[in-house]
């Protein structure tokens, strides 16, 4: 082997080293997603809050603590996590409306809609404000 040769290997692992690393930095993240939303509850909607929801999803192989993360609308409409730690494998629906907070399902103890019918896109903020996830839905085809 030449040194020629053998320099180009060593900048190739040196590369893979790098890459893997920066997978492993942002494996934590990746592992949570938005994976489907309700904005429409049925009518009257602002008496039928606990319908309109967003599920979150934690496709990692450990927990992940959602801990001061945050919920937001494009109206600026945000949701903050309390101490919370999301299963791995497992799904949260964070509800608009008034309820007692369980390991499946999270309450905003809102009195008013917050997403809209007719389109909004939900963004998922960790506890530094990075984005983790974000969905857009609510649109109705006509
Ligand atoms: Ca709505």
Do not use: C
Not at 60 to 87: C, I, K, M, R, V
């Amino acid at each position: 082997m030449t040194n020629k040769r053998m320099l180009s290997g060593a900048l190739i692992a040196l590369a893979l080293l790098l890459m893997s690393g920066t997978l492993v930095q942002g494996a934590e993240a990746i592992g949570v997603a938005i994976t489907n939303v309700n904005f429409a509850a049925p009518s009257p909607e602002n008496e039928n809050l606990e319908g309109e929801w967003v599920e979150i999803t934690n496709k990692d192989t450990a927990p992940q603590s959602l801990t001061g993360w945050t919920l937001e609308d494009e109206g600026n409409h945000t949701y903050t996590f309390p101490e919370f730690s999301l299963n791995a494998g497992a799904s949260v629906k964070v509800h608009t409306g008034e309820g007692a907070d369980t390991a499946r399902d999270l309450y905003w103890d809102r009195s008013t809609s917050v997403w809209n019918n007719g389109g909004d896109v939900a963004t998922l903020k960790d506890a530094s404000g990075n984005i983790v996830s974000s969905y857009s839905g609510g649109a109705k085809e006509e």
